[in-house]
T-cell receptor
Framework: GAGVSQSPSNKVTEKGKDVELRCDPI?????LYWYRQSLGQGLEFLIY????????KSGLPSDRFSAERTGGSVSTLTIQRTQQEDSAVYLC??????????????FGSGTRLTVV | AQSVTQPDIHITVSEGASLELRCNYS??????LFWYVQSPGQGLQLLLK??????LVQGIKGFEAEFKRSQSSFNLRKPSVHWSDAAEYFC???????????FGKGTMLLVSP
């Protein structure tokens, strides 16, 4: 597609439920990133996928968070047993080639997650 | 590890006045530097980036930024602010050859009439 597409745009879930957030990157972009944006905290890196390489999971805050990328394209971020502190905007970005260093990222509009 | 500091959480500027948003980074070598803007309910849009060469870089929407190695700074400027510039601005850094950006906490720009 023309841009990075994220769905749903808003999600309200009950504490303890699992949620799945979807990201569809720009066609041909080999790198995909997930960030979390909490009020007043800026953007927190979560996970990075590059081609067929093992993902960089160093930013995932707990083992309740996981992500996968199928066929080098669409990615799903899963949060299990959601907690109120998981409430945030989850942003996905993609990049051409191996790096933000060369090209910068293109961001989606995000998924606003509210845990009640 | 690299870090980015944006000292100003909020800035209010009158429409037509000049703007400077501050960004300081912590990194041993010359990093790759970026400024992004986020309008309400939107994702982040790249304004400009610096990799090497001329330390004054031009971006979209009339913005520019200057890299100053001696001050570890990469401040964003605009000579005349428009009401549509009201948004949140993020500075980001990546070490050369590495992909993951580290972002500052952002500066919210308010534009008064």
């Amino acid at each position: 597609g023309a841009g990075v597409s994220q769905s749903p745009s808003n999600k309200v879930t009950e504490k303890g439920k699992d949620v799945e957030l979807r990201c569809d990157p720009i066609s041909g972009h080999t790198a995909l990133y997930w960030y979390r944006q909490s009020l007043g905290q800026g953007l927190e890196f979560l996970i990075y996928f590059q081609g067929n390489s093992a993902p960089d999971k160093s930013g995932l805050p707990s083992d309740r968070f996981s992500a996968e990328r199928t066929g080098g394209s669409v990615s799903t971020l899963t949060i299990q047993r959601t907690q109120q502190e998981d409430s945030a905007v989850y942003l996905c970005a993609s990049s051409l080639g191996s790096g933000a260093s060369d090209y910068g990222y293109t961001f989606g509009s995000g998924t606003r997650l509210t845990v009640v | 590890a690299q870090s980015v500091t944006q000292p100003d959480i909020h800035i209010t500027v009158s429409e037509g006045a000049s703007l400077e948003l501050r960004c300081n980074y912590s990194y041993g070598a010359t990093p790759y530097l970026f400024w992004y803007v986020q309008s309400p309910g939107q994702g982040l849009q790249l304004l400009l980036k610096y990799f090497s060469g001329d330390t004054l870089v031009q971006g979209i929407k009339g913005f520019e930024a200057e890299f100053k190695r001696s001050q570890s700074s990469f401040n964003l400027r605009k000579p005349s602010v428009h009401w549509s510039d009201a948004a949140e601005y993020f500075c980001a850094v990546a070490p050369s050859g590495y992909s993951t950006l580290t972002f500052g906490k952002g500066t919210m720009l308010l534009v008064s009439p």
